[in-house]
């Protein structure tokens, strides 16, 4: 029987975390982790994992940070996904679609088969997931990446709200 997974980026699409942005980028980790609780989840995010896990739908998280960061902020706001595949996760990182790969493999999809949506803010996410035949590449516009960037980058869709995913998802 087929599986439905999505697969989402964890900074700027599930979690606002701009404010982290300077400290990351000096190396300030200590100061980071201390800082996440000044991050917020995007309108609608708990609502539509919720919604996802009521309708059997498996989901979790690729990104290009660190694990032990990825981790902090996932429970820090109580996420609840089954897997989390960080930067030191695959030796090669998005744009190249190993990540996306791996996360499949964790999550027990098979693109073949199964229908696997992968949704982030980035080109390098839409870019990440176009290689894989079948995955289903979405955009975001509230993340970093404008609609035209993401389009370009060859996203299958953009959306303008997390609620959107619900649709999308109950309407395939």
Known sequence: ???????????MTLV?????YDLRA????????QDIPNTRLFNGVQK?????YEKQIIAGVVTSSPRKYAE?????????????????????????PD????????LG???DEDKVISIGDEAKDITASKPILNVIAIGVLWGLDSE????NAGADLVIKSMNEILDYVTSI
């Not at 029987?1 to 900074?11: A, P, Q, V, W």
């Not at 035209?148 to 389009?151: A, D, G, P, Q, T």
């Open 148 to 151: 035209e960037v993401l389009m």
């Open 1 to 11: 029987m087929s599986k439905t997974g999505i697969i989402f980026d964890l900074d």
């Open 72 to 96: 902090k902020v996932v429970l820090h706001h109580k996420l609840g996904l089954p897997i989390t595949i960080a930067y030191h996760d695959t030796r090669i990182h998005k744009p190249h």
């Open 16 to 20: 606002d975390t701009k404010c982290l």
């Open 99 to 106: 990540p996306i790969k791996l996360a499949c493999i964790k």
């Open 48 to 52: 539509t994992i919720d919604a996802l």
């Open 26 to 33: 000096q190396g300030m980790w200590a100061k980071v982790y």
């Open 109 to 111: 999809l098979n693109p």
